[in-house]
Each structure stands twice: as structure tokens, then as C-alpha cells.
């Protein structure tokens, strides 16, 4: 059933009471207290929290841009060539230690020092023997 709209006769009963009843209520003072703490309430109610856009507005470019000034200044320090010196020694000593473990570990281990002996040793069985009683 489609209800009728406000202005159709079946209604105008119930508007002209309502408009009655309306006229009847002593309509009270203006004060502007009163409106300027509804006002602070009702903004109170309606804030939103921050986002997170606002908490980190000033601290985000501030850290990009720290960020882009070290990339600037750790790339123009890379092309200087200096990067490709310190490689270079740290290379070659790496090699130097790896050539001097190769030669000393040449010696195999012996079983009480190497983790894995027991794993290699081949298992044993246990015995189905009875041992005698005495």
C-alpha cells in the first residue's frame, strides 16, 4: 500500500493538530549560553579521530626527505671511487684467509671432534641373545 503524501486530505487532520499542540508550547528565551555549550557538545560528539595522514603530516616528509638527502650524498661518496678500493682490499684479504683455513684443515678429524661421527659409523643391532643367569 503506497503511502499518500503530507499535503493529501487524509492527513490534513493530523497536520492541523499537530499544529495546534505546537502553538500551545511556550516557545522560551534565546540564550546564548546555553546554545554555545550545545554547540561545543554536539562538535564534541561528532569529531572524528585523527587519521593516520594527520599524526605523521609533518614527520613523514621530514624522514623523506632525510632519506633522499643520505641517498644523494651515499651516491655521490660511490662514485668518487673510494667504495671500489675498500671492495677490492676486502676481497683479497677474504681470500687470504680462506687460502690459509684450506691449508690447515687439510688434516682430517679425528671421531671425538667431529659432530657426525656417530652418524657415519654404521648402526647396530641389538643383541637377541638371552644372557645367561647366574
Not at 678500493?85 to 688434516?107: I, P
Amino acid at each position: 500500500m503506497p503511502v499518500p503524501p503530507p499535503e493529501s486530505p487524509e492527513h490534513a487532520a493530523l497536520i492541523a493538530a499537530l499544529r495546534r499542540d505546537a502553538a500551545r508550547v511556550p516557545q522560551p528565551e534565546f540564550d546564548p549560553h546555553l546554545h554555545g555549550a550545545v554547540c561545543q557538545r554536539l562538535a564534541a560528539l561528532t569529531e572524528t579521530p585523527p587519521t593516520w595522514w594527520s599524526t605523521w603530516r609533518w614527520p613523514a616528509p621530514v624522514a623523506l626527505t632525510l632519506l633522499l638527502a643520505s641517498l644523494a650524498i651515499w651516491s655521490s661518496r660511490a662514485q668518487q671511487g673510494g667504495a671500489a678500493e675498500e671492495l677490492a682490499y676486502v676481497l683479497a684479504e677474504s681470500r687470504q684467509a680462506v687460502t690459509k683455513m684450506s691449508a690447515r684443515s687439510s688434516a682430517a678429524l679425528s671421531a671425538w671432534e667431529s659432530p657426525t661421527a656417530s652418524l657415519l659409523s654404521p648402526p647396530r643391532q641389538p643383541s637377541l641373545q638371552p644372557t645367561p643367569q647366574l
